[in-house]
């Protein structure tokens, strides 16, 4: 470790002299500023810069312009490191560390297996910056993953779960807190994947490396006479672009059952199959169950077991004439018989396995956990939502096949 420590401060100044010897960015006494007026070379200015070998200091030539009294440095565009004091490599370290743990934590990883010394503010400011250029490239490019029509079965799985967030983003929203308040707030998301594998049973399996993610806090509300899409929707018609999900021969749509996804649905995939995944069925049957029969666990299992059967045979009527015995004594009764009538034809599971189609939002959950839970829930933590959607593209950009490795490609091209 001290050799170590030693050849990278020896590497460190030597790049520092070889970078501080070369004065090209020194473009004449006068340079053109971004306000379009005449910029005039006020002399070099030094700048400490974290790098991955160490901390340097960076001579640059410095311009002012008295049009719009601001200054600036060509060689920190040129090496991309205007408004930060860490270098492009280094942001990229972070961006992996915030992607995937705390900031705190993320500290604590640099300083340990890179030697690179950062705050934990430090940190969070610059993978929240990072995120917010992820997502706003996220939106500029929604060019196809490719040009050929996928001739296979595409899944898109949309989903929703809360956070926990800062007083600040929470005035006057409505919640479930028992005096009406909200303490989080949801964090929409969609994946899209393939499932031509199958497992030992040949029930259809994710294919590996074929989901992508993409998540924000946004709005989902939207009307038919709505000239311009909902925010969420938008993103989930750029990620289907992406992924060629308006090519593929087979479009399937999964949800749990709440009403602004098959809207969506409904709206932007009218080919698409809706299927409500089928463990948040049977789930809404073993809830009431427990509320109808109590401590009655013997009688609660098996009407349970008995109605998760009538769904997996494609039994509806049966299932419906079962909750209609108890529709007037519980609400919860009620209310499960209106979701299970309004999915009826999103349940058609026999006829969705005989077409070989996945009838669990299983990539969808998984994504929910993995992408927003352990990252974005984790004990103490409060968001706002600026910094929870930059975080949530840059948890989305790494886990999303070569998503975060283009983005620095097209990075280091600009």
């Not at 990278?8 to 004449?28: R, V, Y």
């Not at 601001?70 to 920190?76: L, M, S, W």
């Not at 994946?191 to 989902?220: H, L, M, N, Q, W």
């Not at 919860?332 to 209106?338: I, L, M, S, T």
Request: hydrophobic fraction near 40%; charge should be neutral.
């Amino acid at each position: 470790m001290a050799a170590r420590r030693v050849s990278l401060k020896l590497a460190a100044s030597a790049i520092e002299s070889k970078l501080n010897a070369d004065h090209t960015d020194h473009a004449g006494a006068w340079l053109a500023c971004a306000c379009g007026k005449p910029a005039r070379y006020s002399g070099r200015r030094d700048k400490p810069l974290v790098t991955v070998l160490g901390p340097i200091t960076l001579s640059r030539a410095y311009y002012h312009c008295a049009a719009c009294e601001a200054g600036f440095c060509p060689r920190d565009r040129a090496m991309g490191i205007e408004a930060t004091d860490i270098s492009p490599a280094v942001t990229r370290m972070v961006g992996i560390v915030g992607a995937m743990m705390s900031f705190e934590k993320g500290a604590e990883i640099l300083l340990e297996l890179a030697a690179i010394e950062l705050c934990t503010k430090h940190v969070e400011r610059a993978a929240e910056t990072l995120g917010a250029e992820i997502a706003a490239d996220e939106r500029a490019h929604v060019q196809r993953d490719s040009e050929t029509a996928p001739e296979i079965t595409m899944y898109c799985g949309i989903d929703g779960t809360g956070i926990p967030m800062r007083a600040s983003e929470l005035v006057d929203r409505v919640g479930k807190q028992p005096d009406g308040s909200a303490k989080t707030r949801e964090v929409k998301l969609c994946a899209f994947f393939t499932a031509e594998s199958r497992d030992k049973k040949g029930k259809p399996v994710r294919d590996e490396g074929s989901v992508t993610y993409s998540a924000a806090i946004e709005s989902a509300a939207s009307t038919d006479q709505a000239e311009v899409p909902s925010e969420f929707t938008q993103r989930v018609l750029r990620e289907a672009r992406r992924r060629g999900f308006d090519l593929a021969p087979q479009q399937a749509v999964l949800g749990d059952g709440a009403l602004w996804i098959w809207a969506l649905a409904d709206m932007e995939f009218p080919n698409a199959t809706q299927i409500v995944d089928i463990f948040h069925a049977k789930e809404h049957l073993s809830e009431l169950a427990k509320t109808l029969f109590g401590a009655d666990g013997k009688r609660r299992d098996e009407w349970a077991e008995q109605r998760h059967r009538e769904l997996d045979d494609g039994r509806m009527d049966d299932l419906l004439q079962a909750l209609d015995q108890h529709v007037q004594a519980s609400k919860e009764a009620k209310k499960c018989r209106a979701y299970f009538w309004r999915n009826r034809l999103r349940m058609r599971y026999p006829e969705f396995r005989a077409a070989g189609l996945c009838v669990s939002t299983g990539v969808v959950e998984a994504a929910c956990r993995t992408v927003v839970g352990e990252r974005l829930k984790c004990s103490g933590m409060h968001w706002t939502v600026r910094g929870a959607n930059a975080i949530a593209a840059l948890r989305c950009s790494r886990l999303s096949q070569q998503r975060f490795s283009d983005f620095w490609d097209r990075r280091g091209a600009a």
